[in-house]
Nanobody, 123 residues
Framework: LPRLEESGGGSVQAGGSLRLSCTFF????????MSWFREVPGKEPEGVAAIDTDGTLSYLDSVKGRFTIIRDNEKNALYLEMNNLKPEDTAMYYC?????????????????WGQGTQVTVSS
C-alpha cells in the first residue's frame, strides 16, 4: 500500500507564495490519480486540486489562477504551487492518492492520505 508524506507548509503573509510537496512511497506511482485537499477545524475536507494519470487537471474555483498542481512521475512526487495566498487559504493541506476516482472533490473517493502540512496565511 502506498504511503504519502507532505512537506513545505508554513506561515506567510497575504500575497505570498508556498510550494507544497508530497512524496509517494510505493510502486506504480504513475497509475495513481493524485490530489490536494485542505481542512479547517469544524469543516469538511475541501478538494483543492487534482491531477489524473493522463495529466487532466481539476481545481477548486477559488484557487484557479493562483494554485498549480504538478506531478513528477520520475521522482514519485506531487507539488502544489500556491501564489497570491489569502487568509482564507489557511488550513491543513493533505495529499491523497487512489487508482480510480469518481468525483475528485469528494474526499471519500480517495483511499490513501498523508499526515498533512499546515499552511497559515496572515493578513
Amino acid at each position: 500500500l502506498p504511503r504519502l508524506e507532505e512537506s513545505g507548509g508554513g506561515s506567510v503573509q497575504a500575497g505570498g507564495s508556498l510550494r507544497l510537496s508530497c512524496t509517494f512511497f510505493g510502486s506504480a506511482y504513475a497509475t495513481y490519480a493524485m490530489s490536494w485537499f485542505r481542512e479547517v477545524p469544524g469543516k469538511e475536507p475541501e478538494g483543492v486540486a487534482a491531477i489524473d494519470t493522463d495529466g487532466t487537471l481539476s481545481y477548486l474555483d477559488s484557487v484557479k489562477g493562483r494554485f498549480t498542481i504538478i506531478r513528477d512521475n520520475e521522482k514519485n512526487a506531487l507539488y502544489l504551487e500556491m501564489n497570491n495566498l489569502k487568509p482564507e487559504d489557511t488550513a491543513m493541506y493533505y495529499c491523497a492518492a487512489d487508482v480510480q476516482v469518481g468525483r475528485w472533490a469528494d474526499a471519500a473517493n480517495w483511499n490513501y492520505w498523508g499526515q498533512g502540512t499546515q499552511v497559515t496565511v496572515s493578513s
